[in-house]
């Protein structure tokens, strides 16, 4: 199966930020109306993920209904519905869903506190919003619900 790409809707932010922590392409539909929701996940070929039953149905199996309300079950319900694993982390922003670039420390000098760049020497620059990541910010917790969720599903 192909990497399956996501569009989330509006009651669905921050399970949008998770996924694209863990390196998949997520829309945030905030704003869309059911029709334009529809619309992109078709002309884009996305998942709808939705808390909306009636949407869930009309988008039929272009969507994903999410039951809970609560972030660790809502991402496990996506994770053993479409297999994810968090093997392609830090190549999303979790701000725009941008495709990140490497940079180095040079790169970053000045941007980032300073007892990171003693630390780290690998960066990735969003070149949409110019957020900037680094391991350490996102990564632990990453790995820690990763290791949760991978452990649930055995
Ligand atoms: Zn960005």
């Not at 053993?80 to 694993?85: M, N, Q, T, V």
Request: hydrophobic residues 40%.
């Amino acid at each position: 199966m192909d990497r399956p790409r996501f569009l989330a809707d509006e009651m669905l932010g921050t399970l949008a930020r998770w996924l694209r922590m863990m390196g998949y392409d997520t829309e945030y539909g905030r704003g869309l109306l059911d029709r334009e929701l529809l619309e992109l996940a078709s002309v884009e070929d996305r998942v709808l993920l939705t808390r909306d039953r009636q949407l869930a149905e009309r988008a039929g199996s272009r969507a994903l209904l999410i039951t809970s309300v609560v972030l660790d079950e809502q991402l496990e319900q996506v994770v053993s519905a479409f297999g994810l694993e968090a093997d392609n982390p830090m190549t999303r922003c979790t701000v725009c869903n941008a495709e990140l670039e490497a940079a180095g420390a040079d790169a970053v000098a000045g941007r980032v506190p300073e007892r990171v760049l003693e630390l780290r020497d690998e960066f990735f620059v969003c070149p949409r919003c110019g957020k900037i990541y680094w391991k350490g910010t996102h990564w632990d917790r990453i790995e820690r619900t990763m290791e949760r969720l991978r452990a649930h599903s055995r």
